[in-house]
T-cell receptor, first 114, second 111 residues
Framework: NAGVTQTPKFRVLKTGQSMTLLCAQD?????MYWYRQDPGMGLRLIHY???????AKGEVPDGYNVSRLKKQNFLLGLESAAPSQTSVYFC?????????????FGPGTRLTVT | GQNIDQPTEMTATEGAIVQINCTYQTSGFNGLFWYQQHAGEAPTFLSYNVLDGLEEKGRFSSFLSRSKGYSYLLLKELQMKDSASYLC????????????FGRGTQLTVWP
């Protein structure tokens, strides 16, 4: 099993450009999450999904959109990138509600917005 | 909101024991989780506590006191590879299952 994979691994965008980050998991997990990690700030939840076709806002959702059309995929979109969105983005998945705190993380996407 | 506090940095020597503390203030508490994150890598799950007491997993143990809003991660027989950031996270089931992370404790193990 590949676990949780993310594409791309690195990306440089110019202010105003758009892009989509793809997360895929092959563990048949219901729950999926998008976090961003900035120095000194820890992991902050952007959006999450409790099942196919559902999404919910996390702590820092502004400037991002998500979609979960298939159970195994969770997409994070930036419609108009800003320098404040320079960060490392992690996707994670969780098995079921009873052990949701045990999340499996992808390797991360390092995004720089100039 | 959630207030999760843990020390920013700690250092220790190989073979020693280190305790990383975490305090939290939150409503709807359902569990306390610890993650390890090596530089440039993704966080990986270490342990969790739902009830008060000590949970032991090999060289790592985690303790929880819900009445005090306090947890610690105990690392024994430290090895160089234990140099990493340790993230404390509170799980709140009342919000559809979310983890709230502290800012992490950067542990450096010296030879």
């Amino acid at each position: 099993n590949a676990g949780v994979t993310q594409t791309p691994k690195f990306r440089v965008l110019k202010t105003g450009q758009s892009m989509t980050l793809l997360c895929a998991q092959d563990m048949n997990h219901e729950y999926m999450y998008w976090y961003r990690q900035d120095p000194g700030m820890g992991l902050r939840l952007i959006h999450y999904s409790v099942g196919e076709g559902t999404t919910a806002k996390g702590e820092v959702p502004d400037g991002y959109n998500v979609s979960r059309l298939k159970k195994q995929n969770f997409l994070l979109g930036l419609e108009s990138a800003a320098p404040s969105q320079t960060s490392v983005y992690f996707c994670a998945s969780g098995r079921n509600r009873e052990v949701l705190g045990e999340q499996y993380f992808g390797p991360g996407t390092r995004l720089t917005v100039t | 909101g959630q207030n999760i506090d843990q020390p920013t940095e700690m250092t220790a020597t190989e073979g020693a024991i280190v305790q990383i503390n975490c305090t939290y203030q939150t409503s709807g508490f359902n569990g306390l989780f610890w993650y390890q994150q090596h530089a440039g890598e993704a966080p990986t799950f270490l342990s969790y506590n739902v009830l008060d007491g000590l949970e032991e997993k090999g060289r790592f143990s985690s303790f929880l006191s819900r009445s005090k809003g306090y947890s610690y991660l105990l690392l024994k027989e430290l090895q160089m590879k234990d140099s990493a950031s340790y993230l404390c996270a509170v799980f709140r089931g009342s919000t559809l299952g979310r983890l709230y992370f502290g800012r992490g404790t950067q542990l450096t193990v010296w030879p």
